[in-house]
């Protein structure tokens, strides 16, 4: 059994039980009736960046540090703001590391792994890592010196893992 979180006639949210471990069959039972089994890959970190799509490009669900400020491009969006060195990303994420099963998260995980960040090909500090909600966590980076105005890909690292490729983050002075 694994405790779900979220249902829509698309999509349906589960945590991954505890103790798991290479492909799993996955099935969904409602009202008695199961569906087919679809295997699928547990693993211990596997990070994905929450993300919004504009005008053709894909940024990350992140704000600027202690704001309701999008990280984005203002050009297509009003309410974003370009990054600049110095600024503090707070970014959110799922799958650094495991979280607690079944539980509502009442005060901020720590992660207890090894996270790390970059920003084109520049290492980006990261200030903090840690589980703020069940499956959510929050990953809070500084945006490094050096960079021209530009857009440049977004990664983060959780024991060596990546997170998907094509979140860009657009840098101005």
Known sequence: SAPVYYISPTQINVQAPDGIS???PVVVTKNGAS???VN???VAN???LFTYSLGGKVFPSALYNGTVTLVGDPALYG???KAKAGDIIQHYSTGLGSSPAGNIIGSTIVFNGTATAT???ASATVQFAGLVGVGLFQVNIIVPSGLADGEYQ???KANGVSSQ???IIPITH
């Open 119 to 121: 920003v084109g090909t």
């Open 46 to 48: 596997a990070p994905g």
């Open 35 to 37: 569906s087919t089994a």
């Open 154 to 156: 977004l990664l983060i």
């Open 79 to 81: 309410a974003a703001a």
């Open 165 to 167: 490729t094509g979140v």
């Open 40 to 42: 699928a890959n547990a």
């Open 22 to 24: 290479g492909s799993v």
